[in-house]
């Protein structure tokens, strides 16, 4: 189809987002959830460093990662995302994304790495493994971001009490290695974080 006006065409997502199914009432598998992560970072790790030009997406969330029918994950949402020139490593810009997965050295810094996007895929990873949201008020003060409760609840060896019980009985080894990987991508200097890029 040509038209004068250039326009953005969607795969549809007959399955809504990732939020809707950690979140709501839908049962999603361990084994799905896992994938999801994969098929995301896939994504990112693309946008890093296999584009042309290096894209930041700046509002990697659950509800930007759209699900079609066979629940394979489709990164969505550029409207925040910013180009990073070759030769520069960070952009300095207006903090922008979603308050509970915002990077806090870019929140101080104003300076956007594509760390800050790892930081955020760690907040989605503590989701898949906890069924909990970015931001809970019903927690006390200290503990309503979940990426905060996360790294407390670790620190203390008290993970498992936050992890989702629909998850419980599934590979004790694979859930420890991805509570690790939030772990790392939840550091907060963005330089302590791993990249997104492929192996």
């Known amino acids: 189809m040509e038209t004068e006006i250039p326009l953005l065409v969607y795969e549809y997502a007959s399955n809504g987002n990732l939020f809707q199914h950690i979140h709501g009432d839908s049962f999603?598998?361990?084994?799905?959830?896992?994938?999801?992560?994969?098929?995301?970072?896939?994504?990112?790790?693309?946008?890093?460093?296999?584009?042309s030009t290096p894209?930041?997406?700046?509002?990697?969330?659950?509800?930007?990662?759209?699900?079609?029918?066979?629940?394979?994950?489709?990164?969505?949402?550029?409207?925040?995302?910013?180009?990073?020139?070759?030769?520069?490593t960070h952009v300095s810009t207006l903090v922008q994304g979603t308050l509970g997965y915002l990077d806090p050295e870019n929140f101080h810094s104003s300076q956007?790495?594509?760390k800050s996007d790892v930081y955020s895929f760690g907040v989605v990873l503590v989701e898949l493994l906890t069924g909990e949201k970015p931001l809970c008020?019903?927690?006390?003060?200290?503990?309503?971001?979940?990426?905060?409760?996360?790294?407390?609840?670790?620190?203390?060896?008290?993970?498992?009490?936050?992890?989702?019980?629909?998850?419980?009985?599934?590979?004790?080894?694979?859930?420890?290695?991805c509570t690790e990987l939030a772990k790392r991508c939840l550091n907060l200097r963005g330089e302590d974080r791993p990249t997104m890029k492929l192996n």
Do not use: C
């Not at 930041?56 to 180009?83: E, M, P, Q, T, Y």
């Not at 498992?160 to 419980?168: A, E, T």
């Open 28 to 51: 999603i598998s361990w084994d799905d959830r896992l994938r999801i992560a994969a098929e995301t970072a896939g994504a990112l790790a693309y946008l890093h460093s296999a584009s």
């Open 137 to 177: 008020p019903e927690r006390s003060q200290d503990d309503r971001n979940l990426a905060t409760y996360f790294i407390t609840l670790l620190k203390e060896n008290r993970f498992f009490q936050l992890l989702d019980s629909q998850i419980m009985n599934e590979g004790k080894e694979r859930v420890v290695a």
């Open 55 to 88: 894209v930041i997406h700046r509002d990697v969330k659950s509800s930007n990662i759209l699900l079609n029918g066979s629940l394979i994950a489709k990164v969505a949402d550029f409207g925040a995302s910013r180009l990073v020139p070759l030769d520069r």
């Open 112 to 114: 956007l790495t594509e």
